[in-house]
């Protein structure tokens, strides 16, 4: 689902950042958040935090929880914490034009994040950068409340060891007098279930997402059943507790200031500005570390503008190559979302939400008889695919290499040597990695909705600045559906969400398929591919999920950070966020990026 690109505490797709060092700031001072740039002014901290959304709070928390430790977070967005429209749950995709999380939590598969490991360095396999080793940091982030009896009886289930129950995040499901507990969740499941075969699963956040489940949420019922934003989860409870850590609104970071020009190069601070632009700047400076947190957008923005990136990109603009990373802003991946509606026979649908009955359908699931055929052209199109999708990545050979694993996933999850050993009269992908997701959507875009987006896209864009001007976005090339297979896993995500709409016993509750309707019309194909691909070209929208653009891999394969989330030849700048996934998951990003953070702020701590 969407999420947030200008709110210093909300999640996922955290856009916007800055940073700064200057002269000696004491141990202790006040905490607070200020919109005051005076207070960060030539001044030192420990740590600056580029971004204060879900990834930069996090780590900044971890951080200050050393008294001895300073840090500033300077965030380019307001504090809005008390702010309806953006603490109301149901308010995603409302705020100001930007999008805010729709508070799905869920998580990856298990071999997913272990393919992570795989594309580093031998040598830094056992870091942890895997299942094993970002569950216990997701199950960190987490205060979960199982469901009560009325949750229960409106479909919510769990499994103890799957959750943590002493971090900061609230995760729960809706209120019990707001979920839904009409027929519409339960008739979906069912639906669905019989439609593919898909298991439904009490709780898919044990590294098995490859079902329909119905899912939590990360909202507070303890605080009016407001969303759990990061802020809130792992500010708020300490604003008057951490003399040692500020946060500064309503500023961005305009670049990275360096000490020397030898490599690996030593951050001595940041410039920022205030966020409404102009000619003026000030200077703070980090003592230790800057940690970039500005999202997958911005992080990529801000390191070209401070010399680290493309020289091919950095030298027409007049900024001195730091270190020429061709790849900072490449291996961008975002996924395509449609939706379809059917209207309502007028049924009750029993409370005021949100949706949360999700299923992650794997390629036999979605493509059926078409499994073997499909599953056969992604590995015989791979080769094509670098070649064409190159100018995203390092280049042809790496984008071989990341393409292998990632079809693997897809087809089978036990691994890249299986390519070869296939039984493809037999194959029925079982366990593999999602490649679709299919929300069941209460009231959007009709009463009995459904939203749709390929999970594990193979097309790859760019993120690249064009001025030397911090306030002037990035151009930002997504590249949807520059592979074949991009838009055939769309549509076949399509025509089985029309025959979800359109099979009982789901069809019972409304009055026939509204969307797309006559614009794709029905047939024994459920619609020709033509028919989808024209209206899914023209009705599409980003899910709001971009990751990749700093990845975290070996430089070979076009990595930006190592497995310490360093930028690579650099001493103390380091990047958090979704930017150093190497490759998107089959899940919403909140849950993972939490790990991510929390994981980081130990490496961090360790190395102090």
Not at 391 to 407: H, M, N, R, W, Y
Not at 471 to 489: C, E, G, Q, R, S
Not at 500 to 529: C, F, H, M, W, Y
């Amino acid at each position: 689902m969407p999420h947030s690109q200008t709110l210093w505490y909300l999640s996922l797709v955290l856009y916007l950042t800055c940073h700064s060092f200057a002269s000696s700031w004491p141990k202790r001072t006040i905490s607070s958040i200020t919109t005051s740039p005076s207070a960060a002014n030539n001044k030192t901290f420990d740590y600056i935090v580029v971004g204060g959304g879900l990834t930069g709070t996090t780590v900044a928390a971890r951080l200050a929880e050393n008294p001895e430790i300073t840090v500033l977070v300077i965030e380019a967005g307001a504090d809005n914490r008390k702010d309806p429209r953006v603490y109301d749950i149901k308010n995603y995709g409302k705020f100001f034009g930007t999008s805010i999380n729709g508070a799905a939590y869920t998580r990856g598969s298990k071999e997913q994040y272990d393919a992570w490991s795989t594309l580093l360095e031998p040598f830094e396999a056992n870091i942890g950068w895997n299942w094993a080793g970002l569950w216990s940091y997701m199950k960190k982030s987490e205060a979960f409340s199982p469901p009560n009896t009325v949750q229960a009886s409106k479909g919510a289930q769990f499994i103890d060891t799957y959750h943590g129950y002493s971090g900061p995040v609230a995760v729960t499901f809706p209120e019990p007098s707001a979920m839904y507990g009409g027929p519409q969740q339960p008739s979906f499941i069912s639906t669905i279930q019989n439609l593919t075969d898909i298991k439904r699963y009490k709780d898919l956040n044990g590294g098995t997402p490859n079902c329909v489940s119905v899912t939590p949420i990360t909202v507070n019922w303890r605080d009016q059943g407001h969303r759990a934003s990061a802020p809130e989860a792992y500010y708020t409870p300490v604003e008057n507790a951490r003399p040692n850590w500020l946060i500064l609104t309503k500023h961005q970071v305009t670049k990275i200031n360096w000490s020397g020009t030898s490599l690996p190069l030593i951050a001595s601070g940041v410039e920022f500005a205030p966020s409404t632009g102009g000619s003026t700047r000030y200077t703070a400076f980090a003592r230790r570390e800057v940690i970039v947190a500005a999202g997958a957008i911005q992080t990529p923005a801000l390191l070209q503008l401070s010399g680290i990136g493309d020289s091919a990109v950095l030298g027409p603009l007049g900024i001195k190559t730091r270190i020429d990373i061709k790849t900072v802003g490449r291996n961008l991946q975002e996924q395509p979302m449609s939706t379809l509606g059917a209207t309502s026979n007028g049924f009750d649908v029993g409370g005021r939400g949100p949706s949360n009955a999700i299923a992650f359908p794997n390629l036999s699931q979605v493509f059926g008889g078409q499994t073997n055929r499909t599953a056969q052209r992604i590995f015989a199109n791979i080769p094509s695919w670098a070649k064409s999708q190159a100018e995203g990545g390092l280049d042809e050979e790496a984008l071989k290499t990341i393409f292998g694993v990632q079809a693997d996933l897809i087809v089978n999850k036990n691994g890249a040597s299986l390519r070869y050993e296939l039984d493809w009269d037999n194959l029925e992908c079982m366990h593999a990695a999602p490649v679709s997701e299919i929300f069941y959507d209460t009231g959007y875009p009709t009463t009995v909705g459904i939203s749709m987006w390929n999970l594990l896209p193979f097309s790859r864009g760019t993120v690249s600045i064009k001025s030397t001007d911090p306030f002037l976005y990035p151009t930002v090339k997504v590249n949807f559906f520059a592979t074949d297979i991009d838009m055939d896993i769309q549509v076949a995500a399509a025509r089985l969400s029309r025959r979800i709409l359109t099979t009982p016993p789901l069809s019972t509750l409304t009055k026939g398929e509204q969307i797309p309707g006559n614009a794709v019309p029905d047939n024994a194909q459920r619609g020709t591919d033509a028919a989808w691909k024209t209206w899914i070209r023209r009705n599409y929208v980003s899910v709001a999920h971009p990751v990749g653009t700093a990845a975290m891999m070996r430089r070979s394969l076009g990595g930006v950070v190592n497995a310490q989330l360093k930028v690579y030849d650099t001493n103390n700048v380091r990047v958090v966020d979704a930017s150093v996934m190497p490759m998107q998951i089959s899940a919403h990003l909140s849950a993972t990026l939490y790990g991510v953070a929390e994981k980081a702020a130990d490496l961090i701590k360790a190395s102090q």
